[in-house]
């Protein structure tokens, strides 16, 4: 496997790839790798020539007080993973190699960007698409892989990739979870060992209001305002009830445009962000439309 450090190198590696008509897979990370980052891997490895792997933690998408200075790093046992995996490249450049002294030109996130995630996180998925695509311009690649869990991050880049004419095939590629429910992050690092047990209330949060919409969906195809806020409400004590931690947000929402929704019938995604201490964890669920059998993965 090779390690490149720098735009240049990148460029004259992906020139050579583009000549012999190689069909490259990406992935792009911030490192500190887990078995869900190891599955997009593999996804690109069925389909690709070529994968290659980018780790870089992204200051542009953390705010002023979130944790990009204590953010796990650990670049040599990510490229033994990633020598174990199979991936053909690593791509890890130092920030100034992707990140200008003065930045003029900037991606602007409308509607998209502006809930869930980005209603506390206000410039945080502008600082994933400024990323995002430089890292598409340099590696070109044919598909890109991104995990469920991250659901809003992918919508936006997809919307970015459309809107910008990016010739990329995107992926998503399902949330890989600990045998509990647990959605894996890097962040559960942060997790002492009674957080980690109380963490399980996120995944089971989410799995109530699915079951509670799959029975509703059953004799209604409307829930209306009064009614998600009496059943989301009821998610809101189940939170209450575990030790130091508070409902960042908790939505149902339509998967067209993530936003608020009556129709349940169509397509749904419910999503979460819990805070177990000062550890913010995410996870959500794709309910397909009408089915009254989808049950949630997550215990
Ligand atoms: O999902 C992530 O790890 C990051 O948001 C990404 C896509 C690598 C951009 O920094």
Known sequence: METIYTRIALQNKIQQLK??????????????????????????RKICDVV??????????????????????????DLKLCTNRGVDLV?????????????????????????????????????????????????????????QKDIQQFKIIERMVNDLFIPVKLKMVKTVRNS???ALSSRNKYLS???????LIVPQVIA????QIVKLRESQSQLT??????????VKDMVAKIPDS??????????????????????????????????????????SAKSCEDTFIGK
Do not use: W
């Open 19 to 44: 000549q012999q008509n190689t069909v490259i897979g990406f992935v792009p990370t911030m490192g500190f790798l887990h078995d869900g980052h190891l599955s997009l891997i593999d996804e690109a």
């Open 246 to 287: 508070r409902v960042d947000y908790m939505e149902i929402v339509s998967s067209n445009n993530l936003q608020y929704t009556e129709d349940i019938k169509q397509e749904l995604i419910i999503a979460a962000a819990i805070f177990i201490g000062s550890t913010r964890l995410i996870d959500n669920h794709i309910l």
């Open 180 to 182: 509990d429910g647990l």
């Open 193 to 199: 060992v009674e957080q980690r047990q109380h963490a």
């Open 91 to 147: 791509f890890a450049p130092p920030a100034e190699e992707l990140i200008a002294q003065e930045t003029l030109v900037v991606l602007n996130v409308s509607q998209l960007g502006t809930n869930l995630c980005g209603k506390s996180r206000p410039n945080h998925f502008q600082g994933v698409c400024a990323i995002v695509n430089k890292l598409f311009n340099l590696v070109q690649p044919n598909y890109a892989f991104f995990g």
């Open 52 to 77: 290659i792997v980018s780790i870089f933690v992204n200051p542009l998408q953390f705010g002023p007080n979130e944790d990009f200075n204590n953010y796990p790093r650990a670049l040599e046992r």
């Open 208 to 211: 109530f209001i699915v079951s």
């Open 225 to 234: 305002q009064e009614q998600q806020e009496i059943l989301l409400g009821q």
